[in-house]
């Protein structure tokens, strides 16, 4: 097979946006200038996520197939081909990577003091492997994808991280890699069964009970140290903690969306009889999640450990949703991938404007900086109503769609779990009380700067989303539905394997 098809006049546009990033990188290795090098990084990744909107505005969201398709035999004795494809769940998932380049592009201007060009070529690369991940159709080309993105998440964090930075990012490394030989597997254990790497070809096609559940397995546990889900994350707080500020928007923006995106594009679709079977215990993981994240970030004085910990918490509803296994949960599931990659990848930021300013991340010395930086608060306070689902803002509405999938599916599940919700209302408004109107008897509070203009424009496109998702979400339900109704039908096929 030596065909090249798409639906973009000719262009192979995924091949495009995949290997862009490469391609700036090699120029950005080229130069000497720090100034220069970061305004061409940032040139790059905007122009990157420019070159995305096409994907939105061709997409067409009413029928489930693969679009954007690219397909060259690749590696032709093992039936290796590079496949590339997307839909709806994976564009909302293209669209969030690219849109979050070139902001942490913009919270790393003076941040990262050493070393410039190696880490802007890092988020290069790694933007390379998240987009490709969401793009692959071939199971072996998406494990090449999956792997790529460690190597350079690893360096950012060893490298220009906190104190703790080598065992942060030796501890990132060995739960990932542990996870992926797992998928290897698995992914190893379908080929001998369909005679193809092709992911199409694996899905819908009633494997044997045992056989699913063996490769269920493998994945969960693949995805779930991804996510993470209890009681896989105890790498995440380090790894955020001491992890730079535009490493910690892209592990929780983007990476941590890689292990819900693997229960969708895996699990769902190959493993039905599984995942219905399992699906219980996935649930009620997901809802210890939600409450033990909630209550640890209520314990947290740390702001990126409290943002942390409520990361853990977030993607517990996005798991929820999924393994509820109705159009309610999973389209809120999306939702919530993409509401905590807005949401969550600006209190990052937001935590990292405080570090800069401050050189702490306690929230007994940011107290009351609010009074002295009233733009910075008003952007805060947004953030934070966001991250505890005030209606109005993107969460509400992802968050109100699971708890009605979960509530559709068992009542007592959907009582378990609310109180989560107020746990969460907790721990952000403690946060948001303290930073921007708590009292401080630190006198240089005073002497604090409010945000600047480049400051004000990494977190405006943030705050454009949460209030666009949140007033006005047809337009994100819509493009997913036909997806979700026919990963539905896919998982519901269990019903007929004996």
Known sequence: MTTLSTITSGLPLL?????????????????????????????????????????????????????????????????VDYKLGIDGISLLLVLLTTLIMPLCVLASWNYIKHRLKEFMICLLVMETAMIGVFCALDAILFFVFWEAMLIPMTLLIGVWGGPRKIYAAIKFFIYTMAGSIFLLVALIALRIKTGSFALEGMMGQNFEPGLQLWVFAAFFLSFAIKVPMFPFHTWLPAAHVEAPTAGSVVLASVLLKMGTYGFLRFCLPITPYATQTLAPYVLALSAIAILYGGFTALAQSDLKKLVAYSSVSHMGFATLGIFVLNASGLEGAVLVMINHGVTTGALFICVGIIYERLHSRELAAAAGIGKFMPVFAGFFGVFCLSSLAFPGTNSFIG????????????????????????????????????????????????????????????LAPLLVFVFWIGLHPQPFVRVMHATVLHLLQQAGQAASVP
């Not at 090098?37 to 940032?42: G, I």
């Not at 996520?49 to 969201?61: V, Y």
């Not at 009292?439 to 400051?455: C, I, M, V, Y």
């Open 399 to 458: 968050e109100f769609l699971v708890l009605a999938g979960s509530f559709a599916r068992s009542q007592v599940l959907t009582i378990c779990v609310v109180p989560g919700v107020v746990i969460a209302a907790a721990y952000t408004l403690r946060m948001l009380q303290r930073v921007a109107w708590g009292g401080t008897s630190n006198p240089a509070h005073s002497g604090l700067k409010d945000l600047e203009f480049r400051e004000i424009v990494t």
């Open 15 to 79: 091949s495009v946006l995949i290997f862009s990033p490469l391609v700036a990188a090699a120029g950005a290795a080229l130069i000497g200038s720090e100034r220069l090098l970061r305004w061409w990084t940032l040139a790059c990744t905007t122009g990157i996520a420019a070159l995305s909107l096409p994907l939105w505005w061709r997409f067409n969201p009413d029928t489930a197939d693969f679009q954007f398709r690219e397909q060259v035999a690749w590696i032709p004795f093992l039936k």
